[in-house]
């Protein structure tokens, strides 16, 4: 989010020249000073009515690499949620060099801003920035202050300045290439082309133009389409495309695969080996009881084969539904954890929480914990979720709906939600990483959620999921190694209805077993019409997340 700074990048300095209104004594010149403490010290617009403005204009022309946005130091409706920032030489001509949202605390914000153009670094004269939005609905807009950093040398801007003007002389004759060839005055056009010695386009486009439009030579055409994707000349345009999902149906309920084939159920879990591409599914609940079966699905050979009628009997899992199940790809393991129980069964069983472990290669379940709480991990629990780290060994649990005795079981918010639980298989031994308590701020403590862990950089990330009555939809990471959460989605309405995160690219693949199996892969969250998938804006116990693939490294937000 923020921009390096080196050792010539220095604050600029700046006046406010014009503002869209402002009230009373909140001036636009405000914003010149930071103090946190003052309410007063901010601009604050007559109206939310756009466009509403403040333009900067700096003391001397600057490549401007951030800004920062101070704050008042408690929440305010009146805070920006969502601005543009744009910049130029002229205050006519001005550049968006940055959109995005701010966080309704009192944390002072730093963003990047665009300043190169086709591989050059521009210079601005002014900064003009346009609220779009305040938290408090239908509030008017405050900004408390304003920071810019950059580079003002002559040795820079003098030549920054000259390349502009350039810039701006080749897209103007540009324009009057184009308007030429449409109106297909073509020695006139080549006369211009050949005096200015400006190319209006790619050589690839300026033949394609005279195969299709001038020949209609739609054989030709084709092929320098193609021979244009071989060039890579399209990956740009393609990678800015929107990603369409696409359901491919792997077997429908009426295929039945040697007799054998799962059970109707839901509160099932599913895990993939990528590798080998296979699919585990166990247990669930079939409408009447809780279930114990572990199959293997081969998607080559689009076989189901069943594992194990009862795990109970081997030494596995009793009959469960809402537990957890993932997978260590390197050793080629299960393992299981939590399960829902009934008030029946919260009076009268012993809710011990026990830890399972399947070896695949052996098809030999061993118990490594008999009751994690007793052990120091965590309680029972259900619609939790658990993540394998294989290069330490280590299992992960977050969050989940915290079971107890009917008889003492304690309502208040803070003990209904798991915690963050790290669970070292070598040592059998637990870590609290965070208690339900401690994950009341950026971690919130949730059920419903979906957690994914990322090998390379050492991150869980959790989305969405549950908290009482609240639906959640913020999209959190937690630094193994650091033990640092970063909020990369704060689950804003106009955040929320898809996630497009550029900073990590996200891959998702889902497996989902209810009547019929089905393979979904999407790049967002986005609407499909087939299957009915939850509506409650988290991936629930049908759908398991079972890859996360991170392309690219720089955060930002794209609403």
Same mark, same amino acid.
């Given at each position: 989010?923020?921009?390096?700074?080196?050792?010539?990048?220095?604050?600029?300095?700046?006046?406010?020249?014009?503002w869209s209104s402002f009230t009373g004594e909140y001036l636009p010149s405000n914003i010149l000073?930071?103090?946190?403490?003052?309410?007063?010290?901010?601009?604050?617009?007559?109206?939310?009515?756009?466009?509403?403005? !403040?333009?900067?204009?700096?003391?001397? *022309?600057?490549?401007?690499?951030?800004?920062?946005?101070?704050?008042?130091?408690?929440?305010?409706?009146?805070?920006?949620?969502?601005?543009?920032?744009? +910049?130029?030489?002229?205050?006519?001509?001005?550049?968006?060099?940055?959109?995005?949202?701010?966080?309704?605390?009192?944390? *002072?914000?730093?963003?990047?801003?665009?300043?190169?153009?086709?591989?050059?670094?521009?210079?601005?004269?002014?900064?003009?920035?346009?609220? !779009?939005?305040?938290?408090?609905? #239908?509030?008017?807009?405050?900004?408390?202050?304003?920071?810019?950093?950059?580079?003002?040398? *002559?040795?820079?801007? !003098?030549? /920054?300045?000259?390349?502009?003007?350039?810039?701006?002389?080749?897209?103007?004759?540009?324009?009057?290439?184009?308007?030429?060839?449409?109106?297909?005055?073509?020695?006139?056009?080549?006369?211009?082309?050949?005096?200015?010695?400006?190319?209006?386009?790619?050589?690839?486009?300026?033949?394609?133009?005279?195969?299709?439009?001038?020949?209609?030579?739609? @054989?030709?055409?084709?092929?320098?389409?193609?021979?244009?994707?071989?060039?890579?000349?399209?990956?740009?345009?393609?990678?800015?495309?929107?990603?369409?999902?696409?359901?491919?149906?792997?077997?429908?309920?009426?295929?039945?695969?040697?007799?054998?084939?799962?059970?109707?159920?839901?509160?099932?879990?599913?895990?993939?080996?990528?590798?080998?591409?296979?699919?585990?599914?166990?247990? +669930?609940?079939?409408?009447?009881? =809780?279930?114990?079966?572990?199959?293997? $699905?081969?998607?080559?050979?689009?076989?189901?084969?069943?594992?194990?009628?009862?795990?109970?009997?081997?030494?596995?899992?009793?009959?469960?539904?809402?537990?957890?199940?993932?997978?260590? =790809?390197?050793?080629?393991?299960?393992?299981?954890?939590?399960?829902?129980?009934?008030?029946?069964?919260?009076?009268? /069983?012993?809710?011990?929480?026990?830890?399972?472990?399947?070896?695949?290669?052996?098809?030999?379940?061993?118990?490594?914990?008999?009751?994690?709480?007793?052990? +120091?991990? *965590?309680?029972?629990?259900?619609?939790?979720?658990?993540?394998?780290?294989? @290069?330490?060994?280590? !299992?992960?649990?977050?969050?989940?709906?915290?079971?107890?005795?009917?008889?003492?079981?304690?309502?208040?918010?803070?003990?209904?939600?798991?915690?963050?639980?790290? $669970?070292?298989?070598?040592?059998?031994?637990?870590?609290?990483?965070?208690?339900?308590?401690?994950?009341?701020?950026?971690?919130?403590?949730?059920?419903?959620?979906?957690?994914?862990?990322?090998?390379?950089?050492?991150?869980?990330?959790?989305?969405?999921?549950?908290?009482?009555?609240?639906?959640?939809?913020?999209?959190?990471? $937690?630094?193994?190694? #650091?033990?640092?959460?970063? @909020?990369?989605?704060?689950?804003?309405? =106009?955040?929320?209805?898809?996630? @497009?995160?550029? /900073?990590? /690219?996200?891959?998702?693949?889902?497996?989902?077993? #209810?009547?019929?199996?089905?393979?979904?892969?999407?790049?967002?969250?986005?609407?499909?019409?087939?299957?009915?998938?939850?509506?409650? +804006?988290?991936? =629930?116990?049908?759908?398991?997340?079972?890859?996360?693939?991170?392309?690219?490294?720089?955060?930002?937000?794209?609403?």
């Amino acid at each position: 989010m923020a921009s390096i700074v080196t050792e010539d990048v220095s604050r600029l300095s700046y006046s406010v020249c014009k503002w869209s209104s402002f009230t009373g004594e909140y001036l636009p010149s405000n914003i010149l000073e930071n103090k946190p403490h003052d309410q007063k010290s901010r601009w604050s617009s007559e109206t939310n009515d756009p466009p509403q403005f !403040l333009l900067l204009r700096l003391a001397h *022309p600057a490549i401007v690499h951030k800004i920062t946005f101070g704050k008042y130091e408690n929440r305010h409706v009146c805070n920006v949620k969502k601005v543009e920032v744009y +910049g130029g030489i002229e205050e006519d001509h001005l550049t968006l060099l940055w959109e995005g949202g701010l966080q309704n605390n009192s944390q *002072p914000e730093t963003f990047s801003l665009r300043h190169t153009l086709d591989g050059h670094v521009f210079p601005c004269n002014f900064i003009k920035i346009l609220p !779009l939005q305040s938290w408090g609905q #239908s509030f008017n807009f405050s900004i408390w202050y304003v920071e810019m950093w950059g580079l003002c040398s *002559p040795q820079v801007i !003098l030549p /920054a300045i000259e390349w502009v003007q350039q810039y701006r002389n080749q897209q103007a004759v540009r324009l009057c290439l184009k308007h030429l060839r449409q109106c297909d005055f073509s020695e006139a056009y080549e006369a211009l082309q050949k005096k200015t010695r400006v190319l209006l386009e790619h050589p690839r486009l300026s033949e394609l133009h005279q195969q299709l439009v001038v020949e209609g030579n739609y @054989v030709s055409a084709e092929k320098l389409m193609e021979l244009s994707a071989e060039e890579k000349l399209l990956d740009n345009y393609v990678a800015k495309q929107p990603v369409k999902p696409q359901w491919t149906l792997l077997n429908s309920k009426t295929q039945q695969i040697s007799g054998k084939w799962p059970y109707m159920r839901g509160g099932h879990q599913m895990c993939f080996d990528s590798e080998n591409e296979v699919l585990y599914l166990f247990g +669930g609940w079939d409408g009447s009881k =809780s279930l114990a079966d572990l199959w293997s $699905y081969d998607i080559n050979s689009a076989h189901w084969h069943q594992i194990s009628s009862d795990t109970s009997e081997e030494g596995g899992p009793s009959p469960c539904s809402c537990h957890k199940m993932c997978f260590d =790809s390197v050793n080629k393991k299960l393992y299981v954890l939590g399960h829902y129980a009934d008030g029946e069964q919260q009076s009268n /069983a012993d809710l011990a929480s026990p830890l399972y472990r399947y070896c695949i290669r052996k098809g030999v379940w061993s118990v490594l914990s008999s009751d994690t709480n007793a052990d +120091g991990g *965590p309680q029972l629990l259900y619609d939790h979720q658990i993540c394998f780290d294989s @290069v330490t060994q280590s !299992l992960y649990v977050f969050g989940g709906r915290v079971l107890m005795s009917s008889n003492f079981y304690v309502k208040e918010m803070m003990n209904e939600f798991s915690g963050l639980y790290a $669970y070292h298989c070598p040592s059998n031994k637990w870590s609290l990483l965070r208690s339900s308590i401690d994950s009341c701020g950026d971690l919130r403590a949730r059920m419903a959620h979906s957690m994914v862990f990322h090998p390379v950089s050492r991150r869980l990330y959790i989305l969405g999921g549950q908290r009482g009555r609240n639906l959640l939809s913020d999209l959190v990471s $937690y630094d193994v190694e #650091s033990d640092e959460v970063e @909020v990369l989605c704060d689950g804003t309405s =106009s955040q929320s209805e898809t996630i @497009v995160i550029s /900073a990590i /690219a996200i891959l998702f693949l889902l497996f989902i077993f #209810s009547s019929s199996s089905w393979v979904y892969f999407e790049g967002h969250f986005r609407s499909s019409e087939k299957p009915d998938l939850p509506v409650d +804006g988290t991936l =629930s116990l049908s759908i398991n997340l079972v890859q996360l693939t991170l392309l690219s490294a720089q955060k930002s937000l794209v609403a």
